[in-house]
């Protein structure tokens, strides 16, 4: 194969990658606020892409504006979640807030396969289909619109957690809640926040690559490859989040290129357990001493 073949696939790689890297950052922002890991972020996203695909189709709505819609939507789905049951949920274990956000995630796929039947739908695209040449290189338009896309977007959490007093905020929750309360700082509010956020980040991302891989109840499968970067980043880890799923996109990606296509979605776990073997926190997580 030749080195433009190679860049092309590892392009691609990357714009798969963007998209398991939002994932992954969605769920580390409310497992670092609330410690919780919600299973139902997939599901979340595939909702609020197919709210905004309903309104653009209803209303002939321009692509921005559905773009926000579907972030009203993650917003909405988040908040409910979290007020009406996640917050009810605070004498549950972790596990049990656990089986709950599956549950929720089961209970969200059902009443979108009633509501938008389990067909794949085209969703509209922000970018064009012909491709970019540069030099023996052919790009397509819209791997690079999901990669910048993304980094803008992580660009504006970067400059929320480090620069906003919201963002700080969030943080001193998630490194020691009590003290956080003691400094005035609403521990619930923060939840709260943290939910929206992350359900935001979510309908995005569902906006973005829904034109690749079709609009349909599956969408919210995502979560499994959000969670592997996650993970492999070192949970709880934001840089680790992006570097994750910018690796796992990538590896995907070049998998079928040197070995047999019939493991080609085995390779992404083979590499999760080589990386904790080496790094049991993941590349950027720390090992917690226990206190005996």
């Known amino acids: 194969m030749s080195a433009a073949a190679v860049v092309h696939v590892v392009v691609s790689g990357l714009a798969t990658g963007s998209i398991y890297a939002l994932m992954a950052l969605a769920l580390v922002i409310i497992y670092n606020a ?3 890991l919600n299973f139902a972020q997939g599901e979340m996203l595939m909702v609020s892409t197919f709210v905004a695909w309903a309104a653009q189709r ?10 926000l819609v579907a972030a009203a939507a993650g917003a909405g789905v988040a908040l409910v979640f979290e007020r009406a049951i ?14 709950i956000t599956v549950g929720l995630s089961l209970m969200l796929r059902a009443a979108a396969g009633l509501i938008w039947t389990h067909e794949d739908f085209a969703f509209p695209s922000f970018f064009g289909n012909r491709p970019m040449v540069v030099g023996p290189i052919r790009l397509a338009p819209v791997s690079l619109g999901i990669i910048g896309g993304s980094l803008l977007l992580m660009l504006g959490l970067y400059v929320l957690f480090t620069h906003t ?16 309360r003691l400094m005035g700082i609403s521990v ?64 995907e990606n070049l998998a079928p290129l040197y070995l047999p296509s019939g493991i080609r979605y085995s390779v992404p776990f083979l590499v999760l357990i080589a990386i904790l073997l080496i790094r049991p ?11 005996v």
Do not use: C
């Open 281 to 291: 926190a993941g590349l950027f997580g720390r090992v917690e001493q226990r206190k």
């Open 165 to 180: 007093r919201i963002g700080r905020a969030m943080r001193a929750v998630a490194q020691n809640q009590r003290a956080a």
């Open 188 to 251: 619930e509010r923060m939840y709260s926040l943290s939910w929206v956020l992350a359900g935001v980040v979510g309908a995005i991302a569902g906006v973005l690559v829904a034109p690749v891989t079709f609009l349909s109840t599956k969408m919210g499968l995502v979560v499994i490859n959000g969670f592997t970067a996650a993970v492999i980043g070192g949970f709880g880890s934001m840089p680790g989040a992006v570097a994750g799923g910018m690796l796992l996109g990538v590896i």
């Open 86 to 99: 996640i917050r009810r949920s605070i004498a549950a274990t972790h596990w049990d807030v656990l089986i």
């Open 34 to 36: 609330t410690r919780t």
């Open 58 to 67: 209803a209303w002939q709505l321009p692509l921005p504006v559905t773009l």
